[in-house]
């Protein structure tokens, strides 16, 4: 069976076939079909400038409509994903959409909107990457400042000297770097001042239980101080109370993304949200 199932190359069964390993092989299936079924969609979830706007931009989820499961987190499909390869041709995907939907935002008026797209530590190693960021953006004409690509800081710090070419070469084309997840990785401080980065996102786990917590607090306070000596924008997510809100602000945290300011939606809902901002309703 699991010869039949090496398509890539890759073997996922280590122990024997169990119904979780069945399961795990239905959804690799489905997987394998959801490209060309057009079973994926991007949420977008809203970055504000802190302390409360305006919206400078808004970072893309993935989601996978599966026919009979409903929507499914990317957490239940990306390791799969990315075991078997299939990752790559979804991530050309995700890219894509992300700017068609970015050129769609510029010409409504948000000249000044960036969308951030999240990248796995096998689409960044892969070789392919800098072809497709360069297509999507030619596709859609966008100028690369609109682009923003997220790698995680474990993805940054894995071979240290490769991440900074592939880096460079980005950066070079003139997308914006954001390290995603900080604070749970290794990052050496030598190593991060060389990064041509742009942005810290700090990990939504410090902010959690930040009210309570003083070493998470302390631990922000020193990522928000490292980001300013480094140039480096900060941004906070996973921000979902006014206490957080105002506690990440005065501190000197740049921007804010959270259930608070909104939770991941389609662009179509975003928009609603965006109108009934702009034309609050006429209380009588
Ligand atoms: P991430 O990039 O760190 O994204 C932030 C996650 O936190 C998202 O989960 C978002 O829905 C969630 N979140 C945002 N604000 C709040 C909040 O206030 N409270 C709580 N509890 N959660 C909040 P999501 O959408 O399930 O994505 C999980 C992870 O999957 C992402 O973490 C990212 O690493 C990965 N991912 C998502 N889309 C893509 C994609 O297109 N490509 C790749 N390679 N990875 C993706
Ligand atoms: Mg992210
Ligand atoms: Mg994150
Ligand atoms: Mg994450």
Request: aromatic fraction near 8%; hydrophobic fraction near 40%.
């Amino acid at each position: 069976h699991a010869k039949d199932l090496g398509r890539n190359g890759f073997c996922f069964f280590e122990h024997s076939m169990n119904t979780n390993a069945q399961e795990q092989l239905q959804l690799l299936q489905d997987l394998r079909r959801a490209l060309e079924r057009k079973e994926f969609l991007l949420y977008y979830q809203p970055k504000l400038h802190a302390p409360d706007g305006p919206i400078i931009g808004t970072e893309a989820l993935l989601r996978w409509q599966h026919q009979t499961r409903g929507l499914i987190p990317p957490n239940e499909f990306l390791p799969l994903a990315e075991k078997t390869g299939l990752i790559i041709p979804i991530g050309q995907w995700v890219l894509d959409e992300a700017c068609a939907q970015m050129r769609r935002w510029y010409d409504d008026g948000h000249t000044d909107w960036s969308v951030a797209v999240n990248l796995s530590t096998v689409q960044f190693n892969h070789s392919g990457l800098l072809d497709s960021v360069r297509n999507a953006l030619e596709k859609h004409a966008l100028e690369p400042h609109h682009l923003i690509l997220e790698i995680t800081e474990s993805t940054a710090m894995r071979d240290a000297d490769a991440t900074l070419v592939t880096l460079e070469q980005l950066a070079g084309m003139g997308v914006h770097i954001s390290i995603d997840d900080f604070g749970t990785g290794y990052s050496s401080l030598l190593y991060l001042k060389r990064l041509p980065a742009s942005e810290l996102k700090i990990d939504r786990g410090f902010i959690n239980d930040l009210a309570d917590n003083n070493e998470d607090a302390a631990i922000i306070s020193a990522i928000i101080a490292l980001g300013r000596t480094l140039n480096l924008k900060v941004v906070a997510e996973g921000v979902e109370t006014a206490e957080q809100q105002e506690f990440l602000t005065r501190l000197g945290c740049n921007s804010l993304q959270g259930f608070r300011f909104g939770r991941p939606m389609s662009a179509r809902q975003l928009g609603e949200q965006l109108l009934q901002e702009e034309q609050p309703t006429v209380s009588s």
